[in-house]
């Protein structure tokens, strides 16, 4: 990992290779891996996260209150715009 032009937000490359740079801090998240949720709720991200899939069923207050975006694999972000995240976090 490594800093961009700004210095400030990281630039990463994922599984693929592809590098990915995030020229601010997510303020609108969709969380596609229940792991991934549970963290986002601890580091108490619930401002920012506005959707999680079916299969994100802890913390259980976010799964009776946010947003359903579907499966990891039939998702339905489109149906919640203007959401638009910026981020989805996915394994």
Known sequence: ???G???CMP???DQTGRTISIDKI???I???VPSQTE???DLGLN???LGITKFCVH???WFHTKKRVGGTKQLKIGHHSPASPRSHHCQ
């Open 5 to 7: 032009a700004n210095r």
């Open 11 to 13: 630039v990463l490359k």
């Open 26 to 28: 997510p303020h609108r």
């Open 47 to 49: 401002e920012e996260v």
């Open 59 to 61: 913390p259980d207050e």
């Open 1 to 3: 990992m490594y800093f």
């Open 30 to 32: 969709i969380s596609l």
């Open 39 to 41: 963290l986002l709720f």
